[in-house]
Nanobody, 122 residues
Framework: QVQLVESGGGSVPSGGSLRLSCVASEYTQSTKCMGWFRQAPGKKREGVARLYTNGGTKYHHDYVAGRFTIAEDTAKRTVTLQMNSLQPEDTAMYYC???????????????WGEGVQVTVSS
């Protein structure tokens, strides 16, 4: 059972930055892909960014491209999400997820962290 532990959430004003981190307890076939999703109150969970671990391809959804960057430290089994130019619409619970395929939707992911809150004030 892979465990994912997130850190780095918080509250910032519009235009601010935050960096989220997710540490995986181990790398297995089920962590070939790791990614970040977010869910705002009353809305569906949506993808933010994902990557194939061990230096593989990265994907960023259009609404965060140019502002958010996903990265990996393979040796530390850690995936980070650097978030710049944050806007109030980025306010949500952010979840780290792992799966064997880097699909766009949450259904492709097997393991989930508990989530961290990101709040952006206007």
């Amino acid at each position: 059972q892979v465990q994912l532990v997130e850190s780095g959430g918080g509250s910032v004003p519009s235009g601010g930055s935050l960096r989220l981190s997710c540490v995986a307890s181990e790398y297995t076939q089920s962590t070939k892909c790791m990614g970040w999703f977010r869910q705002a109150p009353g809305k569906k969970r949506e993808g933010v960014a994902r990557l194939y671990t061990n230096g593989g391809t990265k994907y960023h959804h259009d609404y965060v491209a140019g502002r958010f960057t996903i990265a990996e430290d393979t040796a530390k089994r850690t995936v980070t999400l650097q978030m710049n130019s944050l806007q109030p619409e980025d306010t949500a619970m952010y979840y780290c997820a792992a799966g064997s395929i880097c699909g766009r939707s949450p259904e492709f992911f097997t393991y989930w962290g508990e989530g961290v809150q990101v709040t952006v004030s206007s």
